[in-house]
């Protein structure tokens, strides 16, 4: 059982869900800031394009900060394939945006200091298929060895 008190940092895809559902889980998990590291927030599922979605989570009381920094660009993305071309993906990504995105990082780590429980959002349903998996371990390896990371 999470607890209110307990550090944490979720992630969450949108994929297979519809915006309701999405906030619903958010809800539930007691998340106060939605962080979109997308690159390009656009979508075309209902909802959860930019300024839709920080609509949508703002009529529930969630805020909505989108770190375009943290995203990879589409191109990068168009022809993966397989479990191989993903880990290629996310040792460039580790190497040539992450190591270089102190800034964006450091924006996340003092929002969860500050006891806000945050959510890095993409759409990949599998957190393994995504880079928001990378940015957690990230955020994990450099907040605290009590951070909890918790794919919804």
């Known amino acids: 059982m999470i607890e209110k008190s307990d550090m944490i940092l979720f992630t969450i895809g949108y994929e297979g869900k519809d915006i309701e559902e999405y906030v619903q889980v958010l809800e ?58 993903y880990n290629a993906l996310f040792l460039w990504y580790e190497n040539e945006v992450l190591d270089k995105e102190k800034v964006s990082l450091g924006e996340i780590i003092e929002l969860i200091s500050s006891d806000k429980r945050i959510a890095l959002t993409c759409f990949e349903a599998d957190p393994t298929f995504c880079h928001r998996s990378k940015v957690s371990e990230k955020i994990s390896e450099i907040a605290a060895a009590s951070l909890k990371l918790v794919h919804l």
């Open 28 to 85: 539930e998990n007691m998340v106060k800031v939605v962080v979109d590291v997308r690159r390009n927030p656009i979508s075309r599922k209902h909802g959860f394009s930019k300024t839709r979605m920080r609509e949508t989570l703002a009529s529930e009381g969630i805020d909505y900060l989108h770190l375009p920094r943290l995203g990879i660009e589409s191109a990068r993305r168009r022809s993966l394939k397989t479990r191989a071309d």
